[in-house]
């Protein structure tokens, strides 16, 4: 039987007046990746190149199925990855408060959103353990900008004199200024920084009651992107907390696809192989585009795999309209794998402490040009490693910048004396790589200052150049001095450290020289004291000539997740010794865990004691708690080590005998309980090599 034309006419005429009566965030990822990869071969070529990288990286920390890093679960409660973040906020003249240009404090809270989204703890959204999947990355604004100021990690610039800018906003897919035109007017380096960028419109909709339809609410590039366009691009109508814009764009941004990607229209991804198909992750089911734009029930079934949705129907990377949102811990793990073996820049990047006291001496001279300016032969270094220090970036292409100055935020520390492994990966063709470190400051690059010289061989020409380093007695020590890596066409053999270079490509970074007798940091003394809602944690500290920086550290009452909740630089103390008070400003008098931990510049880390703030009684923590005390012969302690610490009891008479003993777990209350006689006990704990004892009065019955 027909339908009558007429009524189906009518159901399209509904669905179109439905859809445009509502306005539809969108993401322009899949437009601008596909349109870069065309304009620049270079980037395709990158990006395939990540796609075995982020394999390879899987394989090698996947040996069970499970992940780890140096025999740690990374996504375990003691790994964070931090990421250093600049807000860049393109306004058009506005004031700070207006549409186009958000205050501080909503941005801040669009971090906090964006934090709680991977870390499965906005309370809106699956948790942690309740179905959410905790994602160990920590966005945090940067403190120093690229030229060594202090910064808020949110930079404002008036974007009005862009042409087309001030009308539509950034080109996504129909109408607007160029992205690269818009973040040339602030860009902060890409290895160094993730940079977001808030803007007026995309396609000339900005997103704010009175938008129809379906908008671009936000893009962002995958990892290998130029360095002039990589970044999240998102509308100021979405850059505040609750909005899920944010945190699918850094989806992107570590190598995530949307779950529908290969999928058009009602036409499903092909997903026969999920590791090399589809979105590339195996726990996200391939989704059609028929979901857009609503919520399907769970027990729904998705068409692209004949099963119910279940929890794939709230994945970030979809756009269902469900109001809960989620990423799979298949999810998480290749966004792991994308800021270990492609953004490591960021983990090394020091962005998130204040500038520091002494820069590196400026060079008395650097590379002013490039022979072949437009060539896209992919010279330089794409990858940099020397004790803490791991830096991939692209080569000269498709950056097209000749030299760069990283020595700000990208350094490391060698002891004198000592040797070290310096290695520089290049790409596509044979390279001649040399390396300079300034050792004696002066800032220029002397014949003995040559580090590295090699050649690629003749295959293969994908190539990682490695040699020992030993810097030398004489070296000028305790400062940041420069280090020069230039990497040239391989016939290029007579290039100097400030060459203009045939085709590749000039980095500088900062290495401190550390005097060979340093020791670790030793800390002692750890006391917790609670007044007046405030709590403080004092400590004392020998050979701290070594420390980069303090945390004070904060865990939950499990002694699970321990988050920095203060950084401070270590005080000049006289022959490394110092003592410290530093409170947590955001306690709250719940019982907590906290500790202290010591990074070196070396990128040792050393902890203090855990200490507990137990029931929040003054000057409670530090000290086991007996109570009641006095007691008939039954009472309970409190021992103040994290749940799960294996507690050793003894109870000794006025006469030094044992009337008890026994050992427990500390998350249980730990009773004692006898027929004791009357009179004065001594009880011991003992745990690991912490040690308390506490007078017990016992009454008789
Ligand atoms: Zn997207």
């Not at 990892?223 to 907390?241: E, F, H, N, V, W």
């Not at 086991?624 to 009891?649: D, E, M, Y």
Request: net charge neutral.
């Amino acid at each position: 039987m027909r339908k009558p034309l007429h009524s189906l006419l009518l159901v399209y005429v509904l669905i179109c007046l439905s859809s445009i009566t509502k306005a539809q965030p969108v993401c322009g990822f899949d437009k601008v990746h596909r349109q870069l990869e065309l304009q620049h071969p270079a980037y395709k070529n990158r990006v395939e190149q990540n796609e075995v990288k982020l394999r390879n990286w899987l394989d090698e920390h996947k040996p069970s199925g499970n992940l780890q890093v140096d025999g740690r679960v990374p996504n375990g409660p003691e790994t964070i990855y931090e990421i250093p973040v600049v807000i860049h906020v393109i306004h058009t003249g506005g004031a700070v408060g207006t549409n186009y240009n958000p205050a501080d404090a909503q941005l801040t809270g669009m971090i906090d959103y964006l934090n709680q989204s991977f870390q499965a703890t906005w309370a809106s959204y699956p948790l942690a353990g309740a179905g959410g999947t905790r994602v160990p990355f920590r966005f945090i604004l940067a403190q120093r900008a690229p030229d060594c100021t202090p910064t808020t990690g949110i930079v404002r610039v008036d974007g009005s004199s862009i042409p087309g800018y001030v009308a539509n906003g950034v080109f996504s897919q129909s109408a607007g200024a160029d992205d690269s035109l818009v973040k040339a007017i602030t860009l902060w380096p890409a290895n160094q920084y993730y940079n977001v960028y808030v803007v007026n419109k995309i396609d000339g909709k900005d997103g704010y009651p009175g938008t129809v339809g379906p908008f671009v609410a936000g893009f962002a590039y995958f990892p290998g992107a130029p360095m002039y366009i990589d970044g999240t691009i998102m509308l100021a109508s979405q850059a505040k907390s609750g909005q899920s814009t944010l945190p699918h764009e850094m989806g992107h941004a570590f190598n995530l696809f949307h779950t529908f990607q290969g999928a058009t229209g009602a036409t499903c991804p092909p997903n026969a192989n999920c590791n090399t198909q589809g979105d590339r992750v195996c726990d996200t089911d391939p989704t059609n585009e028929q979901a857009f734009f609503t919520c399907p029930l769970s027990t729904d079934n998705n068409p692209c795999t004949g099963t119910p949705w279940s929890d794939q129907r709230l994945n970030f990377m979809h756009y269902t309209s469900c109001a809960q949102k989620k990423f799979t811990p298949g999810q998480r793990d290749r966004m792991i794998a994308s800021v270990n073996a492609l953004r490591n820049g960021l983990m090394t990047s020091a962005a998130l402490t204040p500038p520091p006291a002494t820069t590196v001496t400026a060079a008395l001279c650097q590379p002013l040009s490039i022979v072949h300016l437009n060539n896209n032969n992919d010279m330089g270094a794409t990858r940099l490693q020397l004790n803490t220090l791991d830096d991939s970036t692209n080569s000269y292409t498709p950056d097209w910048v000749f030299y760069v100055d990283n020595t700000c935020n990208m350094g490391t520390n060698m002891i004198m004396t000592q040797n070290y492994t310096i290695s520089v990966s290049t790409n596509t063709n044979r390279q001649i790589v040399k390396v300079y470190i300034d050792y004696n400051d002066n800032g220029s690059f002397e014949a003995g200052e040559l580090v590295m010289n090699s050649t690629t061989p003749a295959s293969p020409v994908d190539y990682t150049h490695t040699t020992s380093i030993t810097p030398p007695v004489g070296a000028v020590l305790n400062k940041p001095l420069r280090m020069r890596v230039v990497a040239d066409f391989f016939t290029n053999s007579s290039i100097g450290p400030c060459s203009n270079l045939q085709y590749g490509q000039t980095k500088d970074y900062a290495v401190t020289i550390l005097p060979a007798s340093a020791l670790p940091v030793k800390i002692y003394d750890e006391s917790i004291k609670v007044r007046n809602n405030k709590l403080q944690f004092s400590f004392k500290v020998g050979e701290q000539q070594m420390v980069k920086t303090y945390a004070l550290q904060r865990a939950n009452k499990k002694g699970n997740d321990f988050i920095t909740v203060k950084e401070f630089a270590p005080s000049s103390g006289i022959n490394g010794n110092a003592a410290y008070a530093v409170e947590d400003d955001q306690y709250n008098n719940s019982s907590s865990w906290y500790r202290i931990l010591a990074t070196e510049l070396d990128g040792a880390k050393f902890y203090s004691r855990i200490l507990g703030t137990g029931n929040s009684e003054d000057d409670a923590a530090g000290y086991i708690k007996v109570s009641p005390n006095p007691s008939r012969g039954s009472f309970t302690v409190a021992v103040p080590v994290p749940p799960g610490t294996n507690v050793q009891l003894v109870l000794t008479d006025a006469f030094g005998k044992t009337v008890w003993n026994g050992s427990r777990i500390s998350d249980r209350p730990i009773t004692i309980s006898g027929s004791f006689p009357a009179g004065l006990y001594f009880l011991r704990a003992t745990a690991g090599q912490l040690k308390w004892s506490s007078k017990v009065v016992i009454t008789g019955n």
